[in-house]
């Protein structure tokens, strides 16, 4: 579902000269379709309460960040990779190579071991290796490739013993949680940055490789920096709740990364057949749309959010269920807003109060083949409409 009101991505490589060294990570040029304030009636302000006494054991927590570090180090490594790239000049479109930097962690799956990192970290790569926190290093060969997630898993062309890190359910992650992104920014293997877990089910627009959002996204203020792609992101027990993939550009604390539960889905598939193709698709362009929005195409008084049609794909699963994309624009004080569209205020009886609320929620709960009904409004007229939601085409 590609969405003018998500993100754009860039990848945050060097690859201008014949052979660069370029230091891996997407970087968000600014976020859309985060939570907004839902004008509604009943809502009421807010009340006074009395101040609560918290005691943070700073020492403690500082030692409990010390041993996560050291038993999880072991598992993190450095990717490397040679990486053809096409620029073009003033003289002509010219090939040549660069030299990738990304992260990795060790997991475990049928009695072997795996490198789980970054898709944007391998892509186009002709030759990759992997290196230990020892100084170690390994060839490694790609295995599974995910574009949509920006996932890939590596195997490793060495006997190992090296103990894989667990993945935890990144379902029970809470807003607040204390998190560990462990990688190599800047080449810097092995740096640790802490923060915590900012916001749940994000979606940034990952336009330059495939066109469409990456969703349910961690939001983290632990440091990431480009070099960070592919590494970590922890919890206090040392297990894994995401992978490092992207930040805000010129932004000091906003990150993202890949749920752990992403990984637990897609690492079999990647793993025996080196794709996963079960990404849901209701082949729809649709955009956010926010309080003004909503007046300038006259959505009724109660109605303050959504996502907006802007149109269909011919003979998509939108499309076979009956749903409109926007004929025309509204002025709306020199902005152009599509109007006409079926606006999307629910899935399941789940609220789409923006593109994250819907990506995030279809990334998460729907496979191709099922059943979703959409609670949609047309013409002021609020209906449920059904829609047999099919498998994203390949990128």
Partial sequence: MPSRATVALVIAVAAFIAFTVGYSLYQVESVASLPREVASAGIQPPQPY???NVTINVRGMGQQIESVYSRAIKSIVMVSCISKTTYTTLFGTYTGYEEVIGSGFFVSYGGSLYVVT???VVANSVQVAVT???GSSYPAEVVGT???SDLAVLRVEAPLDVPPLELANSNDLRVGETVLAVGSPYGLAGSLTVGVVSQLGRSIQESTVTGYPIADLIQTSAPINPGNSGG???DLNGDVVGVNTAIVAQSQGIGFAIPSNVVARELPYLVKYGS???HPWLGVEIVGLDYFETRAIGLPANVTYGVEIVSVVPGGPAARAGLIGANSTVNYYG???PSGGDVIIAINGTPVTGVDALTSYMEANVLPGQTVVLTIVRDGRVMQVPV????RPPP
């Fill in 132 to 134: 230990l926190i020892n």
């Fill in 50 to 52: 009395a101040p609560v």
């Fill in 335 to 337: 902005i152009q807003v």
């Fill in 118 to 120: 970054n898709y944007h």
């Fill in 388 to 391: 047999v939601v099919g498998a």
């Fill in 146 to 148: 995910d574009p949509y």
């Fill in 276 to 278: 996963y193709d079960l």
């Fill in 232 to 234: 970590p992101l922890l």
